[in-house]
C-alpha cells in the first residue's frame, strides 16, 4: 500500500491550505484516515481523524479552523486547513488503517508534506 500525499506550502498567518492523501495498491477496504502533524523538536501528534463512517475527531487546537474529509471511492482523505497560524507549522503525515485483500489489518504512514506559515 502506498500514500501519497500532496498539498502543503508556505503560507501567511490567518491564510489556508488543503492537504489530501491518496492511498493506493493492496487494499480490500480503509478504516479510519487521519492527520498527524511533528514539529522541530517535538513529538508527532494527532491532528484529525476519520471513521469509515465518517466519524470525526479533532485535537483541541484545530477545532473550528481545520476539516477532515473523505473520498471513499478515491481512497483519499483530505485536510481543509483555515486560519492557519505559525504554530500550525509542522511536517504533516497522513494515516491510513485498511484491510487488505489478504486479510491483513495494516496502518500505513504517508511521506509527510512541509506546512509553514509565517508571521
Known amino acids: 500500500v502506498q500514500l501519497q500525499a500532496s498539498g502543503g506550502g508556505l503560507v501567511q498567518a490567518g491564510g489556508s491550505l488543503r492537504l489530501s492523501c491518496a ?7 480503509i478504516n479510519s484516515m487521519g492527520w498527524y502533524r ?11 481523524a476519520i471513521t469509515s463512517g465518517g ?8 477545532k473550528g479552523r481545520f476539516t477532515i474529509s473523505r473520498d471513499n ?3 483519499t482523505v483530505y485536510l481543509q486547513m483555515n486560519g492557519l497560524q505559525p504554530e500550525d507549522t509542522a511536517v504533516y503525515y497522513c494515516n ?6 489478504s486479510r491483513q489489518v495494516r496502518t500505513y504512514w504517508g511521506q509527510g508534506t512541509q506546512v509553514t506559515v509565517s508571521s
Open 55 to 62: 466519524i470525526v475527531n479533532y485535537v483541541d487546537f484545530v
Open 96 to 101: 491510513v488503517n485498511v484491510n487488505t485483500w
Open 38 to 48: 511533528q514539529a522541530p523538536g517535538k513529538q508527532r501528534e494527532l491532528v484529525a
Open 23 to 29: 492511498a493506493s495498491g493492496s487494499i480490500f477496504s
Open 73 to 75: 471511492a478515491k481512497n
